[in-house]
């Protein structure tokens, strides 16, 4: 079975009308690590923003649930690409996701860069490290699919171009990334869920594996010192070893469903509605105060 199986069916589509489907078949079918991994990394790149990481600092929840916090986010986003923006539980995900954010006073920019990495950071990673890139009809797909999730979450001037879009993010990067104690704060906090997952003895390499596959104005955003380029050599040669024995693999048959995996905090399953869910939320709602400029 030819390893191109799911892009000869994307080429058959069209990415406007049939989006929600292009992007489906290659994040369930071609890229499930790949996303996951790219995302996690896209998320990361929010956090070298002081605006948006003195939100999430003084929420606390990044320091007292940040696997849970991790776990509600990627399943409410994989709720919403596995099943469409406008499925039952596209749109329960989507609701149970603009409630959670009604209580933080987040400005529209930072939505919107938010998801521009949601559309750009899956396409970078795979041009790297991926066992192909992404077609062009792949980029235009999830470009369409993530503006119309924006446009369900209420966020205002979307570019109306992939291109445009590429171009505002990169604005916001060099006008919004500097250093913060906030960005540092809640890196450490990421890379602490991160070490999480792995055997005690390999958790004191976790920050400099992390370090060595960020871009450097998000490393200096949280100030941490480079790694060594040795080791950016080997992880990036390691990536692309896999990426090289995958291409040679029969394609994927199953999709990779995300919200199907065993899941650390809620191993017997769970609600969409109670992602996200906090006892004491309104008490932080009153304690914050919006955050603007630098």
Do not use: C
């Amino acid at each position: 079975m030819s390893r191109f199986r799911t892009l000869e069916q994307i080429e058959q589509l069209d990415p406007v009308t049939d989006h929600q489907r292009i992007v489906y078949l290659s994040s369930q079918y071609d890229f499930g690590f790949a996303n996951h991994r790219a995302l996690e990394f896209a998320l990361f790149k929010t956090y070298a923003a002081p605006r948006m990481t003195a939100v999430l600092d003084k929420s606390g929840e990044f320091y007292q649930r940040g696997q849970k916090r991790y776990d509600d986010t990627t399943l409410i986003l994989s709720e919403i690409v596995e099943h469409g923006y406008d499925s039952e539980r596209g749109r329960a995900a989507i609701r149970r996701m603009n409630n959670i954010h009604r209580h933080f006073p987040i400005e529209n920019d930072d939505f919107m860069y938010t998801l521009s990495v949601f559309v750009l950071e899956p396409i970078r990673w795979n041009a790297l490290l991926g066992w192909r890139q992404f077609s062009e009809k792949e980029k235009q797909a999830g470009f369409l699919f993530w503006r119309e999730v924006g446009k369900r979450m209420n966020i205002k001037d979307i570019p109306d171009t992939y291109e445009a879009f590429e171009r505002w993010s990169l604005n916001y990067e060099r006008e919004q990334f500097f250093y913060g104690d906030t960005n540092r704060k809640i890196a450490d906090a990421t890379i602490s869920i991160f070490a999480g997952w792995v055997p005690q003895f390999m958790r004191p390499a976790v920050q400099p594996m992390v370090v060595a596959l960020i871009e450097d104005d998000v490393r200096e955003a949280f100030g941490y010192q480079k790694s060594g380029a040795w080791l950016t050599w080997l992880l990036k040669k390691a990536l692309r070893l896999r990426a090289g024995i995958i291409r040679l693999l029969p394609a994927n048959t199953k999709p990779y469903l995300y919200t199907k995996q065993k899941n650390r905090t809620y191993p017997q399953g769970y609600e969409i509605a109670e992602l996200g869910s906090l006892p004491e939320r309104a008490e932080v709602e009153a304690t914050l105060e919006p955050i603007t400029g630098k």
